[in-house]
């Protein structure tokens, strides 16, 4: 597949690629932050607008464990700002590495073991948040949620999205 420019002539993205990126965004956000919420619930039992509180930790600190309302709503923010930006990043990286588009599986796999590392090995240790212990059971867990929920979509998704785009093209 050869690489191909999905932006206008001054080099902006075009109106349909941002409104792509706006839904698979909005979507993948959706779909971890919903099985996170499930893990949470199941594993603990307890009321998972917690995970949106530890979200907001990592600016606010402890004391957004402890605060209501409006943590949850800066959790909630904060998820998806993250999850836009991963989604951003992987429309930017799609066209420009060739062997992304080779085994959707594959670069969905690996996605998501990219962002699992991005998080917990970089962002997690640089922000507030408590320190979480690692054990292999949870942190496989959590990889296999990025792979289905974010990895997987993105890979199959930017693949059908460029495809069309070379095939409308006549690339």
Known sequence: M??????????????????????????????????AFADYSIATG???????????SGI??????TDGASMIATGLLFHFIIAFSFTIFFFWIYPKINILSKNRILTGIA????????????VLPLSNVPPLTFKLGRIVKAVMILIVMIGLPLSFIAYNYFHKKSTETGS
Do not use: C, H
Request: glycine share 8%; no cysteine.
């Open 46 to 56: 307890r009321n998972p607008t917690r995970v949106l509180k530890y979200i907001a």
């Open 60 to 65: 606010f600190g402890k004391k957004a464990l």
């Open 2 to 35: 050869q690489t191909i420019s999905i932006e206008n002539t001054a080099g902006k993205p075009t109106a349909k690629k941002i409104k792509t990126i706006l839904a698979i965004g909005l979507l993948v956000g959706s779909l971890d932050i919903l099985s």
């Open 111 to 122: 996605y998501g073991i990219f962002i699992w590392t991005v998080m917990n090995l970089l």
